[in-house]
C-alpha cells in the first residue's frame, strides 16, 4: 500500500517561514493536499492539487510538490498557525493521509 | 453554508457494531462531483480514511478495513450513514464525516475534503 512520511515535528520562530515536507515514492506525480487541525478542532484544507488554496486561506501558506516530496510552506508564520498538518493523496481508489507533523511556533 | 454532523452511540461493546450517521444541511447530498466520506482519529494519532459513498450508492473503502465496513446513504434524508463491525478497542476514535470533493488531476477524479463535521468520539469499552 501506498505511504506518505512525514517528520513528526517542525519547529519555527515567529514571522519566519515554515517548511513542512511530505515524501512519497513518485508522490510528485500525484496530488498532494494538506489540513491544519489545531488542538479539539476538525481539519480544515489549506492546500490541494499541489499548490491551490481554498477561498479564506491566507495567503501565507502555499505548496509545491515534485519528485518523491510535497512542501507545505507557510511564510511569515503566526502564532495562530501553530497546529497539526497532514498531507494527503489518492492512490489506487484508496484516500492516504501522511502521519502528521506538530508545527511548534516558539 | 453546507454542514455536517455526526450523531450515534459513543460507547460500544467490543464484537459489537458501531453505527454512526452524517446529516449533511445547507447543501444537496445528490449533487454530481460530491462524495461523502467517513475518517477517523485514534486519540493522540494521525487520520485514517474509512470510505467514501456517492448519492448513487457508489463506494470506495479503505481496504484495510474493508472487510468489516458498510457505508450507505439516505438521499431522502440527506444522511449517509457507517456500519463498522466487530470493533474493539483499537477501533476507538473521533469519527469525522466531511465532503469528499472530487477534482479531476490528469484525467482522474480525485478526492478533496473540503467540509467536515465536528467529529463524535466512539470508545469501545465493555
Known amino acids: 500500500s501506498y505511504e506518505l512520511t512525514q517528520p513528526p515535528s517542525v519547529s519555527v520562530s515567529p514571522g519566519q517561514t515554515a517548511s513542512i515536507p511530505c515524501s512519497g515514492d513518485k508522490l510528485g506525480d500525484k496530488y498532494a493536499s494538506w489540513y491544519q487541525q489545531k488542538p479539539g478542532q476538525s481539519p480544515v484544507l489549506v492546500i490541494y492539487q499541489g499548490y491551490k488554496r481554498p477561498s479564506g486561506i491566507p495567503e501565507r501558506f502555499s505548496g509545491s510538490n515534485s519528485g518523491n516530496t510535497a512542501t507545505l510552506t507557510i511564510g511569515g508564520t503566526q502564532a495562530m498557525d501553530e497546529a497539526d498538518y497532514y498531507c494527503?493523496?489518492?492512490?489506487?481508489?484508496?484516500?492516504?493521509f501522511g502521519g502528521g507533523t506538530k508545527l511548534t511556533v516558539l | 453554508q453546507l454542514q455536517l454532523q455526526e450523531s450515534g452511540p459513543g460507547l460500544v461493546k467490543p464484537s459489537e457494531t458501531l453505527s454512526l450517521t452524517c446529516t449533511v444541511s445547507?447543501?444537496?447530498?445528490?449533487?454530481?462531483?460530491?462524495?461523502w466520506g467517513w475518517i477517523r482519529q485514534p486519540p493522540g494519532k494521525g487520520l485514517e480514511w474509512i470510505g467514501s459513498?456517492?448519492?448513487?450508492?457508489?463506494?470506495y473503502y479503505n481496504p484495510s478495513l474493508k472487510s468489516r465496513v458498510t457505508i450507505s446513504v439516505d438521499t431522502s434524508k440527506m444522511q449517509f450513514s457507517l456500519k463498522l463491525r466487530s470493533v474493539t478497542a483499537a477501533d476507538t476514535a473521533v469519527y469525522y464525516c466531511?465532503?469528499?470533493?472530487?477534482?479531476?488531476?490528469?484525467?482522474?477524479?480525485?478526492?478533496?475534503?473540503?467540509?467536515w463535521g465536528q467529529g463524535t468520539l466512539v470508545t469501545v469499552s465493555s
Open positions: 445547507g447543501g444537496s447530498i445528490s449533487s454530481s462531483s460530491f462524495y
Open positions: 466531511a465532503r469528499d470533493r472530487r477534482l479531476l488531476w490528469f484525467g482522474e477524479l480525485t478526492p478533496i475534503f473540503d467540509y
Open positions: 459513498i456517492y448519492y448513487s450508492g457508489s463506494t
Open positions: 494527503q493523496t489518492w492512490d489506487r481508489n484508496t484516500v492516504v
